[in-house]
């Protein structure tokens, strides 16, 4: 049987669980450009948001082994060097496609701070709190959830800093 495109994700039946509002929004999978920046503002623009508040999760790995959660906004690139500092690492190495999926339990593409396989640490670009809501992966190619950037950082004991490449 075929699932609805407009089914719950994992994403959205934590975000009930835990009491944190959310509006559901949907888009057809479909090819995209090459690239998470390009992808993520593809996704923004298909769905009529503004890419600045359209956060795509970028996971890395610390020097020390441990991994970590960096959220940004969909047209910037992380800062390595930024984000090894806002971790409290002395670097951090973005991690390979091929391991996304065992680390996170999500694809490329698909991947939301929300309802990782683990809790990893998780660092929001300082932008996120500018907004009175914010757009990211509710855990499926083709789906977003839109939530206060507020309740969510507290939901995932989420930090922010300025993890970004000055464009």
């Excluded at 984000?83 to 670097?91: F, L, Y």
């Excluded at 929300?114 to 929001?124: L, N």
């Excluded at 500018?130 to 507020?150: F, L, M, N, R």
């Amino acid at each position: 049987m075929a699932k609805k495109k407009d089914e719950k994700t994992n994403v959205m039946r934590i975000l009930d669980q835990k009491k944190v509002p959310y509006t559901p929004h949907f888009y057809e999978e479909g090819e995209g450009p090459e690239g998470t920046r390009e992808y993520g503002v593809h996704v923004a623009q298909a769905l009529g948001q503004d890419p600045e508040r359209a956060f795509k999760t970028l996971v890395a790995k610390g020097a020390s082994g441990g991994y970590y959660v960096f959220d940004i906004p969909a047209p910037d690139s992380l800062d390595l060097k930024k984000a090894a500092k806002a971790a409290g690492e002395k670097s951090v190495e973005l991690l390979a496609v091929k391991d996304i999926t065992a680390v996170t339990g999500y694809v490329r593409g698909g991947c939301s701070p929300v309802g990782m396989k683990k809790a990893y640490p998780a660092i929001f670009h300082e932008t996120a709190l500018e907004h009175e809501t914010i757009y990211i992966s509710a855990g499926k190619i083709g789906a977003q959830v839109e939530v206060d950037p507020k309740a969510l950082l507290a939901l995932l004991r989420a930090g922010t800093a300025d993890i970004v490449v000055p464009r």
